[in-house]
């Protein structure tokens, strides 16, 4: 029979006491993961009740500035309205741009309103298709703004822009070092930041709106001297229809959020070739202060899908915050 030295047995006491450390090392990781996954539920099931955004604004969590929606083209005040209700549990006031009587502000029996949601667009819709292109709007919406600073006695407030509302609330933003500044933080949500490859040039928008449009090119350019910077107060929230593909490494910088042409491409609605890296990640994690964004995610959904959508409304709580 095999004898056992001392320095064997020291051997053996060190491996067991050096497996069990594994062992309860990763029992606390596993336990750590389910702790996380189980906080994420929480979160996801949390973010689209009263109770969780009531509790997010009246905390330190948040900051209080005024948070304004902006909608995309051919939109109403309908399109946010799921969302703006939810978060200021009804508690909102609207602004609708009318050149003839100036702004409208429904305050809907509130006197002082921190979340609002407005319409860029006159009433009469078929002149805005005659006359209407983005730097009027990015105009519009600073006599709006200017308004809104005014109502509620702030000199900053919080832009959540859905598709083309986006490209207007950044261009609203690069009017003036004002402009600019009056924002504490912007969150873009299924904008074309590089335009879209079909649009129709005899409407003053969408040629706006085109990849190779003189509004794109120098919009882009003004604000990447700003990122180069270091500004991190941009979020973007991206989307891709994974209906459309059989899995994520089929994924392209064409892909859109409902398949089409027409759609926004993920590559444009996270610009500046980040695209590549969201879909490398987990979807629906974001990356903070990443080269370009201080927020950065990508969900699967429809474009219209994004107006009300977990994801999305996760990074309204980082908007929102300090």
């Given at each position: 029979?095999?004898?056992?030295t001392?320095?064997?047995?020291?051997?053996?006491?060190?491996?067991?006491?050096?497996?069990?450390?594994?062992?309860?090392?990763?029992?606390?990781?596993?336990?750590?993961?389910?702790?996380?996954?189980?906080?994420?539920?929480?979160?996801?099931?949390?973010?689209?009740?009263?109770?969780?955004?009531?509790?997010?604004?009246?905390?330190?969590?948040s900051?209080?500035?005024?948070?304004?929606?902006?909608?995309?083209?051919?939109?109403?005040?309908a399109?946010?309205?799921?969302?703006?209700?939810?978060?200021?549990?009804?508690?909102?006031?609207?602004?609708?741009?009318?050149?003839?009587?100036?702004?409208w502000?429904?305050?809907?029996?509130?006197?002082?309103?921190?979340i609002?949601?407005?319409?860029?667009?006159?009433p009469n819709?078929?002149?805005?298709?005659?006359?209407?292109?983005?730097?009027?709007?990015?105009?519009?919406?600073?006599?709006?703004?200017?308004?809104?600073?005014q109502?509620?006695?702030?000199?900053?407030?919080?832009?959540?822009?859905h598709?083309?509302?986006?490209?207007?609330?950044?261009?609203?933003?690069?009017?003036?070092?004002?402009?600019?500044?009056?924002?504490?933080?912007?969150?873009?949500?299924?904008?074309?930041?590089?335009g879209?490859?079909?649009?129709p040039?005899?409407?003053?928008?969408?040629?706006?709106?085109?990849?190779?449009?003189?509004?794109?090119?120098?919009?882009?350019?003004?604000?990447?001297?700003?990122?180069e910077?270091?500004?991190?107060q941009?979020?973007?929230?991206?989307?891709?229809?994974?209906?459309?593909?059989?899995?994520?490494?089929?994924i392209k910088?064409?892909?859109?959020?409902?398949?089409?042409?027409?759609?926004?491409?993920?590559?444009?609605?996270?610009?500046?070739?980040?695209?590549?890296?969201?879909?490398?990640?987990?979807?629906d994690i974001?990356?903070?202060n990443?080269?370009?964004?201080?927020y950065?995610?990508?969900?699967?959904?429809?474009?219209?899908?994004?107006?009300?959508?977990?994801?999305?409304?996760?990074?309204?709580?980082?908007?929102?915050?300090p």
């Amino acid at each position: 029979m095999k004898r056992y030295t001392a320095s064997t047995y020291n051997w053996t006491k060190q491996l067991s006491i050096i497996i069990g450390c594994i062992l309860i090392l990763s029992n606390q990781v596993k336990a750590s993961a389910d702790n996380m996954i189980k906080q994420n539920k929480n979160n996801n099931h949390n973010v689209q009740s009263h109770q969780f955004w009531n509790q997010h604004f009246n905390s330190n969590k948040s900051i209080n500035y005024p948070v304004i929606f902006i909608h995309g083209i051919n939109a109403t005040l309908a399109d946010w309205e799921q969302t703006v209700n939810l978060v200021s549990s009804a508690n909102y006031c609207t602004m609708s741009y009318q050149k003839e009587n100036k702004n409208w502000i429904d305050k809907r029996g509130n006197q002082h309103c921190n979340i609002w949601n407005i319409r860029y667009y006159e009433p009469n819709l078929v002149k805005e298709l005659l006359i209407g292109n983005l730097t009027r709007y990015a105009n519009r919406l600073k006599e709006m703004i200017t308004l809104i600073k005014q109502q509620t006695q702030q000199d900053k407030v919080i832009l959540i822009a859905h598709s083309m509302g986006g490209l207007v609330a950044r261009a609203y933003m690069n009017l003036d070092k004002e402009s600019w500044n009056s924002v504490h933080k912007i969150l873009t949500v299924g904008t074309p930041h590089k335009g879209v490859p079909i649009a129709p040039p005899i409407i003053n928008h969408w040629r706006d709106l085109h990849k190779n449009s003189k509004f794109i090119t120098s919009l882009n350019k003004a604000w990447k001297k700003q990122l180069e910077s270091g500004y991190k107060q941009w979020g973007v929230v991206g989307a891709i229809n994974l209906k459309k593909y059989p899995s994520p490494k089929h994924i392209k910088a064409t892909s859109t959020d409902s398949g089409g042409p027409s759609y926004i491409q993920i590559s444009s609605s996270i610009p500046f070739g980040e695209w590549k890296e969201a879909i490398e990640n987990k979807i629906d994690i974001p990356t903070l202060n990443t080269t370009h964004f201080g927020y950065r995610v990508y969900t699967n959904n429809h474009h219209d899908g994004l107006l009300f959508d977990k994801t999305v409304l996760q990074a309204i709580i980082w908007a929102t915050s300090p």
